[in-house]
């Protein structure tokens, strides 16, 4: 399991506000936190410190945060604030700008000035959820005037950079406690270049990020245009390339290096392979014929599904799927 976990339940009721607002201000940037429903407050928060960006899935009752000029001159540990809003709905007052987002909303703020971030309705008894994310800002390869840009608006978080940075943290939130310490390093670098190059897209300028990054934002795209579309039979590296504006070369160049060696082509298979396999060991799809099952999954040919099949797990499909379900009843 990757970093610590707060729960509210675990406080007395009296105390839970005060504590929040307590453990909020020490692991983030100084603010006043203020509520209509501290005597029935109720929050819950993980803590994943990832290499230098630090992740912190959260929910809590509505509550507004206010960090003044005083406490930026008091302390600012120079970071950048990214929230994912999942549920709720919040106004924010930042560099100059108010604005107010929804779920699926994407907004950053600056440690370095004042905000005030507050629930649009108060007195609304639910849950805002959320995931934030706190990154040093000497490590966003930006210039810090063109953030400025992005400072306190409603940014969407799909389509894109945009949903692979929303799909990365919440599959980090799903995963955390499955996820080992050594591999945070690994994972706050893909935050970060995630973060940077969807802060680059949104400016139009992804010149301005160094090339390991373009590459492996590029590449984390391609993983998601294989997983959406292996029902096509004509997937291939060649249509993946066109598809993505890059020539067949630099994806047979760049595709290993952030997919754990596996070519394009072998990921495919690979995954396609998987997907027919659950399928066979299904029973509900017990009665679908087998040569459906390897058509859905981009295999029309039956003969190749069958070759592939058994060449990767030792049995043919048919062999698979009674030993599959004979060994389910």
Known sequence: MIGSEF?????????????????????????DITSTHITDFWARYRLMELGPATV???????????????????????LYHLTLLLDGRMALDHAGRADVFGPGDLHIVDSSQPYDLRPVDR????????????????????PPRRVRELLGRALPGRGGTAAL????????????DLLEP???????????????????????????LPPESRQQVMARRVQAFIRRNLHDPALAPSAIAGAHHISLSYLHRIFPQYNGGETVAACIRRLRLEGARRDLADPARRTTAIHVIAARW????????????????????KEYRLQALTGAE
């Not at 007195?123 to 930006?142: F, T």
């Not at 799909?167 to 955390?176: K, N, W």
């Not at 040919?301 to 049995?315: H, I, K, M, P």
């Open 7 to 31: 729960r509210s339940d675990d406080i007395p009721e009296a105390d839970r506000f005060d504590f929040w607002r307590e453990m909020v201000s020490q692991t983030r940037s100084p603010c």
């Open 56 to 78: 912190w899935p959260t929910s809590f009752m509505p509550a507004r945060y206010r960090r003044s000029p005083k406490l930026v001159g008091q302390s600012d540990p120079e």
């Open 123 to 142: 007195e609304d008894p639910g849950v805002v959820r959320g995931i934030g994310v706190d990154l040093p800002k000497d490590l966003l390869p930006l």
């Open 165 to 176: 940075l929303t799909e990365f943290l919440l599959g980090v939130e799903r995963q955390a």
């Open 182 to 208: 050594c591999d945070a390093p690994r994972l706050g670098t893909v935050v970060i270049d995630l973060v940077s190059a969807w802060l680059a897209h949104v400016l139009d300028s992804e010149a301005a």
């Open 298 to 317: 981009g295999i029309p040919r039956a003969s190749d599904f069958t070759r592939s099949f058994r060449a990767v797990y030792g049995l043919s499909p």
